[in-house]
């Protein structure tokens, strides 16, 4: 995770092949962008501005976002839609391009706090399915749509 947080990257590849929600991850794809810790989660709008390009990486490969791309300039959606870290759940895509772009430490914290999060929810679901007797099967599911 340190290495990706350095490049400016947050992880983004999907773990959780079985259809367990015990990743850590919500399942639900309308996130926050809300800025205080103490309120209740708000639904997040996208604008539907044609000229905007926020596609999401290919489900096929071990993904990133680089958040330096200027892609990101506008996107006020969170990290990764799915993820329940607190950077996702508080900030946008577009605030953490800023923070990168204007050399702010901020944005190293928020990325690696984001990063060893997904890591550390990738590692729960493997440990679950080994406790399950299903590492064999979520291994050859990992291997086919990520190797």
Request: net charge positive; aromatic share 12%; hydrophobic share 30%.
């Amino acid at each position: 995770p340190y290495r990706l947080t350095q490049l400016g990257c947050a992880s983004s590849f999907r773990y959780d092949l079985l259809g367990s929600d015990k990743g850590g991850t919500t399942t639900t794809t309308t996130t926050t962008t809300n800025k205080t810790p103490s309120s209740e989660p708000k639904p997040m709008t996208v604008d539907s501005d044609e000229t905007k390009d926020f596609s999401e990486p290919k489900e096929t490969a071990l993904s990133k976002i680089n958040l330096w791309d200027p892609r990101f300039r506008l996107d006020e959606r969170p990290l990764v839609l799915e993820c329940g870290c607190y950077t996702c759940r508080s900030h946008s895509r577009a605030y953490v391009h800023h923070l990168l772009n204007t050399h702010e430490m901020l944005a190293q914290v928020l990325l690696q706090l984001h990063n060893v999060y997904y890591f550390h929810s990738f590692f729960r679901v493997i440990r679950q399915t080994i406790r399950d007797g299903k590492f064999s099967e979520y291994k050859k599911k990992f291997s086919d749509n990520f190797i």
